[in-house]
């Protein structure tokens, strides 16, 4: 909270004594004591002399001597007007400079605590990719024994879906940041005899995270310069040798979102859904390694798996549940629907 210069004033005692040594920077030095009469006791520095009623005024760099401090310091050197506070108020305030631009200053957080302030245009960090250096460098040095499953896939790092990016970041290093992440799910289903049936993947036992796990299709984060619709695609060839001819077809169907704290990692997510209908005869064929085989399982069967195993990544349980609300295989009558239908929107979906 600011002070009023009259609390300054009173705050003295706690403040050591000043005195004037040769700055690091020239800089004007007011003196608004009184000057000693010119005509017994000159002043030998070079400085521009300015006359008041009642006292005098001194601006000079450091090109004074002691001497010249003495003389200024006596007490009868000309006559003192008690009552003139200005030169302790003009002191008080260069120290207090630039109070309207505390704004400009970030505050540099360490253990829940305000440790400092940062500029917010410090100059190294001024544009998004010096950012993205600045921060690669750190993730670097941490490397893979605490960040595992580095890719070289840099994510875009916004304070909402579609906001202008602060800077980018490696894919694998998000959650340890805290920063947001977009990404796209696929359900890939056909209807056979009256009944859908779901594509589902099983994880390359290669992949650096969920290795073996059961997932969707088709899926992937959102990489920087690539809008949603287009990287459905591309993961839909990559992962599962779906044409664009068919994956054009997909449909969004809305996101999932939440937020899992573990340790170190503070992983925000935010899924965007999508379905996609594919013919009876289709069969998914793996294109980058990252997927061990398929397997075409009726929807409630799915449900099951869900429900009683840990056997699926678990964001996929996500997107699978929110499918089961949206093709009807959820009721209000079941206990808990409304509380189950909200949790899947538990992160913030901006």
Known sequence: MACSTYNYLHLSHKIPSLFISKPSH?????????????????????KLVKFSTHSASVSATNTFTWDDVVRISQPDSV?????DLSGFFQKVKFCNRGSEKQSEFLPFVIEDQIAG????????LRTPDDRTNAVG??????????????????YPVTS????????????AAAPYFGIKVYGVQMNGYVEKDGQKL??????????STYPGMLDQLAAGGLPYGIACGENLVKECEEEAGIPKSISKEAIPV????????????YKRDVLF????????????????????????????????VIQRTQFFKPNCSLVIIDFLFRHGYMSPEHFGYLDLLQSLRSGDCS
Request: hydrophobic share 35%.
């Open 26 to 46: 020239a800089f004007p030095i007011t003196f608004t004591t009184p000057l000693p009469s010119l005509s017994h006791t000159p002043i030998k520095f070079n």
């Open 79 to 83: 006559p003192h007007d008690s009552s």
């Open 117 to 124: 302030y940062i500029h917010n245009g410090h100059p190294v």
């Open 137 to 154: 460098d750190v993730v670097k040095c941490l490397g893979e024994e605490l960040i595992p499953g580095i890719r070289n896939e840099l």
């Open 160 to 171: 909402s879906f579609g906001a202008p990016i602060f800077f980018s970041l490696e894919r």
């Open 198 to 207: 779901l594509w589902i993947g099983k994880r390359s036992q290669m992949k």
């Open 254 to 265: 809305g996101t999932v979102s939440y937020m899992d704290i573990d340790g170190y990692r």
């Open 273 to 304: 859904c999508y379905d996609l209908k594919l013919p009876a005869s289709f069969r998914p064929e793996n294109q980058d390694g990252e997927v061990d085989s398929f397997k075409l399982i009726p929807v409630t069967h799915v449900a099951n």
